[in-house]
Structures are given as structure tokens and as C-alpha cells.
């Protein structure tokens, strides 16, 4: 499994948000910050702020803040909204394996459960 490159932007989003408390951070400081593009970024912005992660300000000093405390930001609910989890051909889109009792798909399953649950353990907070 490969962690989309949304994901990780939403994940650097949130930390730099986080580690900068109390401003409004402009888009284009959090890109230059980390060289990635601001227009790939406003996209993850739209992203997090319809999940509720963060708030935009608007006007002449506007920006983004968090919408939430870091400990209200739990990681595999980033993941599970960002993330497409179907991790087998066989279990995308209602298509049934091929195999006769193919237990490939419960195993990879267990294994999705097993890193999603190590996700939910952490919140932005703990990433501090």
C-alpha cells in the first residue's frame, strides 16, 4: 500500500497549521514551506475544511487555521477520508475473485484493520 500524495499533503497541512497556533497561515506560505504546489494544495484545503479539519479566514490577512484542537484530529480518520481502502481488485467495485475460496482478500483485510487501528491511536497532537 502506498500512501497517496493527498494524503501526505493533508497530513503536512495539518502539522504546519498545528505547529504555527494562534495565525492564519496563507496557502502559499505552507507550499513554499514544504515546495509543493499551491494549486495542488488548495485542493487538500477543500478537502479538510469540508471535513471539518480546518477553517478558512477571509479578507486581506485570510488564511487557514485549524478547526479543531490536535487532539480532536485522529489519523485514521484522515486516512479512511482521504484514502481509497479498497486494496483488492476483487473487493473494488463488486467484482468477485475468480479463485475458489481465495482467502487472499480476508488477509489483506485483517491487515487493513490492523494499520487502520494503529492510525486511530494517534491524533495530530501526538505527532507533535
Do not use: W
Request: positive net charge; charged residues 25%.
Amino acid at each position: 500500500m502506498k500512501i497517496t500524495q493527498f494524503t501526505d499533503f493533508s497530513l503536512r497541512l495539518l502539522l504546519y497549521l498545528m505547529r504555527n497556533p494562534g495565525r492564519v497561515v496563507a496557502v502559499r506560505e505552507i507550499a513554499a514551506f514544504y515546495d509543493i504546489s499551491a494549486e495542488h494544495l488548495k485542493k487538500v484545503v477543500r478537502h479538510l475544511v469540508a471535513n471539518g479539519h480546518i477553517i478558512t479566514v477571509r479578507g486581506k490577512h485570510g488564511g487557514l487555521k485549524l478547526g479543531r484542537v490536535p487532539a480532536e484530529i485522529n489519523l485514521g480518520r484522515l486516512f479512511r477520508e482521504s484514502e481509497n481502502l479498497s486494496l483488492m481488485p476483487c473487493h473494488d467495485g463488486g467484482r468477485s475473485c475468480q479463485v475458489e475460496h481465495c482467502k487472499v482478500n480476508t488477509v489483506v483485510e485483517r491487515g487493513l484493520a490492523a494499520f487502520l487501528a494503529e492510525l486511530d491511536a494517534v491524533t495530530l497532537s501526538d505527532m507533535a
